[in-house]
């Protein structure tokens, strides 16, 4: 996992803003997210799950 990758620090961010919804635990499972060429890709059901686009022309956004 690189560290430096936005995608790592938008999840970072998000993660800790969900940990203060009781409703939601804040975890990540495997079906969130792939590992590809050493980045993390979210996936088509996390994004639905978040609920929004965040503009970044993610891979699998289906808001776009």
Sequence with gaps: MVNDDWIFSLYVKEMCEKQHNVNNKGKLTEEDYYIENGNIVLTHKYHLNR??????????CPYK
């Design 51 to 60: 609920g929004y686009c965040c503009n970044n022309n993610c891979i699998n």
